[in-house]
C-alpha cells in the first residue's frame, strides 16, 4: 500500500506561480511512476507531468515550459512547480504513483484556482 497526501494547492492571480507537494508513505520502494493528474467537473482528469524511476520526465503541452516536476530520490515526496499560471489551469490537481506491480494510488486531491 501505498498513501499520497498534496498540499499546496490555493487561489493565486494569472502569471502568478504555486508550488504542489504530495508526501508518499508505504510502500514506497515499490514505486516506479509518479506524477501529477488534474481535473474539472464533468471532464475526465489528465495528466499534467510525470516522472519515473529513472528519472525520465513528461508535460501535458499545455504546461510545457511552465510546469516542472521534481521528486527526491527516495520517493518520499514528489513536486510541481507552476510558473505563469492561467485560469486554464485551475483544476483539482490530484497525484499518483504506480508501483512496479502494476498497483495505482490517489491522493485526495488539493484544488487550484487561477482569477483576478
Known amino acids: 500500500q501505498v498513501q499520497l497526501l498534496e498540499s499546496g494547492g490555493g487561489l493565486v492571480q494569472p502569471g502568478g506561480s504555486l508550488r504542489l507537494s504530495c508526501a508518499a508513505s508505504g510502500s514506497i520502494s515499490t514505486i516506479n511512476f509518479m506524477g501529477w493528474f488534474r481535473q474539472n467537473p464533468g471532464k475526465e482528469r489528465e495528466l499534467v507531468a510525470a516522472?519515473?524511476?529513472?528519472?525520465?520526465?513528461n508535460y501535458a503541452d499545455s504546461v510545457k515550459g511552465r510546469f516542472t516536476i521534481s521528486r527526491d530520490n527516495a520517493w518520499m515526496a514528489l513536486y510541481l512547480q507552476m510558473n505563469s499560471l492561467k485560469p486554464e489551469d485551475s483544476a483539482v490537481y490530484y497525484c499518483n504513483a504506480r508501483t512496479m506491480v502494476l498497483r495505482t494510488y490517489w491522493g485526495k486531491g488539493t484544488p487550484v484556482t487561477v482569477s483576478s
Open positions: 516522472i519515473t524511476r529513472g528519472g525520465v520526465t
